[in-house]
């Protein structure tokens, strides 16, 4: 299947559909704003940025205190 004729708007607006939340993507463009570097070297930086472990755990931490203010109760 070629998704390249597919506008981003649209992978973006299916994603969401399958339950993703789309509406703080990064983009290697990201990475080429401020450093000049190869499309590879800027997706190695994207991925090591976003799955390092002190984020992910800044960002479940803050899923609970918002879920808290909310009142949600634990699964």
């Not at 992978?11 to 463009?29: A, K, M, S």
Request: glycine share 2%; net charge negative.
């Amino acid at each position: 299947m070629d998704l390249k004729n597919i506008s981003s708007e649209d992978l973006r607006n299916e994603l969401e559909l399958r339950g993703y939340y789309t509406e703080n993507l990064w983009h290697v463009d990201d990475v080429f704003q401020k450093y000049d570097c190869e499309l590879e070297e800027a997706q190695e930086i994207l991925n090591s940025s976003l799955t390092n472990e002190w984020i992910t755990e800044q960002i479940f931490q803050t899923i609970n205190e918002i879920s808290n203010e909310y009142k949600l109760k634990l699964n």
